[in-house]
């Protein structure tokens, strides 16, 4: 049996579509915040070595030396912040995350929007995925901004520190996606809101109790109804009839029969040409004939 896909198809609606932009917006925001915080860390410990190293003397390195050839220079660099009291290991713990994070984003982005995909394959993968897999955070741009605000306050009065051109470069771009994702949070809330009223709704006109089609060997998704292609069979024509004969919409036929939705409102025109309700006559006469196929 083929696996299920979502009756939209592979194609994202309204509310899954702008939660990927929400997060396109916030993950470009998260690349440049994480590498300004990373510059931030190793160039004042970097610059702040190299002058009290001149002014040491017999020459000695008084900080904590990170050349351009040192290996994992954040690392390096966090250890003495923290060795000093600048920043707690905790701190220490969480910015490090954070940068890993950002190297997720530029390195693993498919795994961030996995949970947003419609095929059945991804239904399957969001349940099993390995534990290490990284998933969307939604609280690291906070924590970057965080950072990014309070350590230059923290770290001038013993450090020395240099000055970026790159927030200036970025600022109207940054405005502009801010104001963006602003926008997006908003109409996200609402179509949430109303997907929530659609789900209530669509969960009630899916129950089947009561009518014939709740019989074990009449469900709609019964493996006799479909072939192997996902066709089909003529007894899943009869219970897809059958549906629509109870008066249930298009999307709800897709759910119940696992067929895309487009393939549900050409069955209804098909249904509706050979009569529409009257077929309910002999609709179940067929159906008997045909549980035993």
């Given at each position: 049996m083929h696996l299920y896909s979502s009756p939209h198809g592979s194609r994202l609606p309204a509310l899954e579509s702008n939660i990927v932009k929400y997060r396109a917006m916030e993950m470009i925001l998260?690349?440049?915040?994480?590498?300004?915080?990373?510059?931030?860390?190793?160039?004042?410990?970097?610059?702040?070595?190299?002058?009290?190293?001149?002014?040491?003397?017999?020459?000695?390195?008084?900080?904590?030396?990170?050349?351009?050839?040192?290996?994992?220079?954040?690392q390096r660099a966090l250890r003495f912040l923290v060795s000093n009291g600048s920043l707690s290991e905790?701190?220490?713990?969480?910015?490090?995350?954070?940068?890993?994070?950002?190297?997720?984003?530029?390195?693993?982005?498919?795994?961030?929007v996995a949970d947003i995909g419609n095929h059945g394959f991804l239904r399957e993968y969001r349940e099993f995925r390995d534990k290490n897999d990284p998933q969307y955070d939604y609280k690291a741009l906070t924590r970057l901004r965080f950072y990014r605000k309070s350590l230059p306050d923290r770290l001038r009065s013993r450090h020395v520190m240099t000055v970026s051109l790159a927030p200036l470069l970025f600022r109207?771009?940054?405005?502009?996606?801010?104001?963006?994702?602003?926008?997006?949070?908003?109409?996200?809330?609402?179509?949430?809101a109303c997907r929530k009223h659609e789900i209530a709704e669509l969960q009630r006109e899916l129950s089947l109790q009561g009518t014939d089609l709740e019989?074990?060997?009449?469900?709609?998704?019964h493996p006799a109804n479909q072939y192997e292609s996902g066709n089909l069979t003529k007894r899943g024509v009869e219970i897809w009839y059958r549906l629509y004969d109870l008066g249930k919409s298009p999307l709800v036929a897709a759910?119940?029969?696992?067929?895309?939705?487009?393939?549900?409102?050409?069955?209804?025109?098909?249904?509706?040409?050979a009569g529409g309700r009257e077929r309910s006559k002999t609709n179940l006469e067929k159906i008997e004939m045909l549980k035993s196929k």
């Amino acid at each position: 049996m083929h696996l299920y896909s979502s009756p939209h198809g592979s194609r994202l609606p309204a509310l899954e579509s702008n939660i990927v932009k929400y997060r396109a917006m916030e993950m470009i925001l998260v690349i440049f915040h994480a590498e300004e915080l990373r510059r931030l860390i190793i160039d004042t410990v970097r610059v702040t070595d190299s002058i009290r190293s001149a002014l040491a003397r017999d020459g000695s390195t008084a900080v904590e030396s990170i050349s351009q050839s040192t290996k994992r220079p954040l690392q390096r660099a966090l250890r003495f912040l923290v060795s000093n009291g600048s920043l707690s290991e905790e701190e220490k713990a969480e910015i490090e995350q954070l940068v890993d994070y950002r190297n997720h984003v530029a390195h693993r982005i498919h795994h961030l929007v996995a949970d947003i995909g419609n095929h059945g394959f991804l239904r399957e993968y969001r349940e099993f995925r390995d534990k290490n897999d990284p998933q969307y955070d939604y609280k690291a741009l906070t924590r970057l901004r965080f950072y990014r605000k309070s350590l230059p306050d923290r770290l001038r009065s013993r450090h020395v520190m240099t000055v970026s051109l790159a927030p200036l470069l970025f600022r109207s771009a940054e405005k502009a996606i801010d104001k963006e994702i602003r926008r997006l949070s908003r109409k996200i809330d609402r179509q949430l809101a109303c997907r929530k009223h659609e789900i209530a709704e669509l969960q009630r006109e899916l129950s089947l109790q009561g009518t014939d089609l709740e019989q074990d060997d009449l469900q709609p998704y019964h493996p006799a109804n479909q072939y192997e292609s996902g066709n089909l069979t003529k007894r899943g024509v009869e219970i897809w009839y059958r549906l629509y004969d109870l008066g249930k919409s298009p999307l709800v036929a897709a759910h119940l029969m696992r067929i895309s939705l487009n393939t549900a409102a050409k069955r209804k025109r098909m249904w509706q040409a050979a009569g529409g309700r009257e077929r309910s006559k002999t609709n179940l006469e067929k159906i008997e004939m045909l549980k035993s196929k």
